[in-house]
């Protein structure tokens, strides 16, 4: 990377721009929490999926091959691990601050939900982190069926845990979070990643966005990011993508 990259412990949660009348409470910088979650969502269960299809038809014994998958589901499990400690030390307690006391139990019985079912997911992750070292080891069918496999139960799980965190909890994010409740999140946040895996998350966070998240990830990047990811970043995304899948990204 170049002079420009970004550091290695990084946040990647972008902070919300204000907008030009300033007011204190905006509905677009509010509404960016919602959005970061829901970028981020997509991004997992694409590439988990995407893992478990790959492997199943990757050569059993090809080691740079298994190395190129294993290694992808070591990112995105540690994004995945990262932002649920984010949501469950930061996101979550500020918005059982912020909500109305009447709704404090409804919203303490939603999260302690979501505190169990996140909390299957990271083990769940952790399997997937074992059976890619078996694969590496055994470079045999059985043992590449089980990371296939593995991934694959993560991806369910994901799913599943994502389509309830976006209908019950993300619209309460919406209502409730302050614009300066989620700058502070944003600044507290803190994944290590290094400046070529923190342009390939990038990426893969802008593929599938639709305009307006797109926007509002690049305005939230501080300069020297958005800098890193116009000199260099997009091109190694792509090459990466193209290692992985086989084909560039979509454009």
């Keep these: 990377m170049p002079a420009v990259a970004v550091r290695t412990a990084s946040s990647v949660i972008p902070s919300p721009r204000r907008t030009a009348d300033d007011l204190p409470r905006d509905a677009t910088e509010v509404s960016a929490a919602a959005g970061y979650q829901r970028v981020l969502h997509q991004l997992v269960r694409r590439e988990l999926r995407m893992l478990a299809d790959l492997a199943t038809w990757a050569p059993a014994g090809e080691a740079h091959r298994t190395a190129t998958l294993t290694r992808h589901a070591d990112l995105i499990g540690r994004v995945l691990l990262h932002h649920h400690a984010a949501e469950r030390e930061a996101v979550w307690p500020t918005l059982l601050a912020a909500v109305p006391p009447q709704r404090a139990s409804e919203v303490r019985a939603a999260l302690d ?97 639709c305009a307006t998240y797109r926007e509002r990830l690049l305005g939230g990047l501080s300069p020297a990011t958005r800098t890193a990811w116009r000199v260099s970043g997009r091109r190694h995304y792509r090459a990466a993508v193209v290692r992985l899948r086989g084909a560039p990204p979509a454009p």
Excluded: K, Y
């Design 113 to 209: 939900d979501w505190t169990a079912r996140c909390a299957r997911i990271d083990h769940m992750l952790r399997d997937v982190a074992t059976a890619a070292r078996q694969w590496a080891v055994a470079a045999t069918a059985a043992s590449r069926n089980s990371f296939a496999m593995s991934c694959r139960a993560v991806a369910v799980a994901v799913d599943a845990q994502t389509v309830d965190e976006e209908r019950v909890l993300l619209p309460m994010l919406a209502t409730h979070l302050w614009a300066e409740d989620w700058i502070a999140i944003a600044r507290s946040s803190r994944c290590r990643l290094t400046g070529s895996e923190q342009m390939l998350v990038l990426g893969l966070a802008l593929e599938d966005a």
